[in-house]
């Protein structure tokens, strides 16, 4: 039992490493995103078709995460999804350094790829720990993946203010992910899914769309998720075209924004376990509103940079606190804690493109409007997250 507990506390490091390394890819993305529009001299509306090419490796991964599972194992899953992050940013700095927008998209599509077909097998492997460990532990997993997001944004901001050239940081970043990725292989889980748990899963599936409440909790996953992720794809820019600021000063601020969804995971555990996950979620639903709100319809300088902290620490427990609701929501939990993560997986990454399509003809501001509306109903769905608290 003691090893077990040992090589549980030792995954559960590995899980930190992985999500740490992807926030830190993302936002060393995301904070050049201004500086990529003009070396590309792309419009919103090509950003946002530059970015589908995202959305579809995204798409691809999560779909086939079970599979990949399947005929390898979580181990296999999660590691080479993420190795698949490095690879996908040499790519995009390629595009960078040759202004080409076809292996910008090649890129793109690499880099949603990894995302996608990793963050399955380590959200499973997450919550199959919480049960080994008796505790939750999935929104401090969460906030590993934010504190390398505010790491990245802080490297992305210095090399902003110096016009550091995106190919050289986006390259270095890749270069240096390596080691970290390679190391924690031989520590990750190693499960598998078997043909008997398939042809059962298979068999639930139905029956698990038809629950009402995991409906709820899968739109209270997806409506957080894509106010985290249009704020990863859109806030620099946001901050740029309807704020007025620069784009070193938007950088800051998006880092203000991850900040705040570091502090949120990390430190507000002991609130979901004093309180429940339907008081959290909906009060987490409520501030990422107000924050949604000020950057929306206010003009103010001093309310544009408060609103990012109200929408990141708002933002950063829904998903989290939704996928360890999933878990306890019934019967067949890794098939329940997946359709949740699809679900949410799939706004945070298809959700913000769409945004684009909507900002090229009625302007950035407007696009949030659609976020701001989702996150109200997701404050309104909160107390289906109640379900078996006491089995977490």
């Not at 050289?168 to 043909?195: E, K, Q, S, Y």
């Not at 601020?253 to 949120?264: E, K, N």
């Not at 996950?277 to 009060?283: A, G, L």
């Amino acid at each position: 039992m003691e090893k077990e507990i040992t090589d549980a506390l030792k995954q559960r490091s590995a899980l930190f490493v992985l999500f740490f390394v992807t926030g830190i890819a993302l936002s060393s993305w995301v904070t050049r995103t201004p500086d990529i529009r003009s070396l590309l001299g792309a419009s919103i509306g090509e950003m946002g078709t530059l970015m589908l090419g995202l959305s579809c490796g995204a798409m691809a991964g999560l779909l086939g995460a079970n599979t990949l599972i399947r005929y390898s194992s979580t181990r296999w899953a999660a590691s080479g999804g993420v190795i698949l992050l490095p690879i996908g940013l040499v790519l995009i700095a390629i595009s960078c350094l040759t202004t080409s927008w076809s292996i910008m998209v090649i890129g793109l599509f690499v880099f949603g790829f990894g995302m996608g077909s990793s963050e399955i097998p380590i959200n499973l492997e997450g919550s199959r720990l919480e049960t080994t460990l008796h505790r939750t532990f999935l929104p401090k997993l969460h906030g590993f993946f934010s504190s390398g997001v505010t790491v990245g944004a802080l490297i992305g901001i210095l090399l902003t203010h110096l016009d550091f050239p995106v190919y050289w940081h986006l390259g270095g970043v890749a270069l240096l992910m390596l080691g970290p990725i390679l190391r924690t292989f031989a520590v990750l889980p190693d499960h598998g899914l078997d043909n008997t748990a398939t042809a059962k899963a298979s068999g639930t599936l139905m029956a698990l769309l038809k629950d009402k409440r995991l409906w709820g909790i899968a739109i209270i996953c997806m409506a957080m998720a894509l106010a985290e992720g249009s704020a990863n794809d859109w806030l620099p820019l946001l901050m740029v075209t309807a704020h007025g600021f620069d784009p070193s000063t938007s950088a800051f601020i998006y880092t203000l924004f991850a900040l705040g969804m570091a502090i949120g995971r990390f430190f507000g555990n002991p609130f979901v376990q004093r309180y429940g996950r339907p008081v959290i979620v909906c009060v987490s639903a409520l501030s990422c509103a107000i924050g949604l709100a000020l950057a929306i319809f206010t003009e103010n300088t001093l309310c544009a940079i408060l609103s990012v902290l109200f929408w990141g620490i708002g933002a950063s427990l829904g998903f989290p606190v939704a996928i360890s609701a999933a878990s306890a929501s019934g019967s067949n939990p890794s098939q329940r804690v997946s359709i949740v993560a699809v679900g949410g997986y799939c706004a945070f990454l298809v959700g913000p493109p769409l945004l684009g399509f909507i900002g090229q003809h009625y302007g950035l501001r407007a696009s949030m409007v659609v976020v701001l509306a989702m996150v109200i109903i997701a404050a309104v769905l909160s107390p289906g997250t109640r379900a078996r608290l006491s089995s977490h």
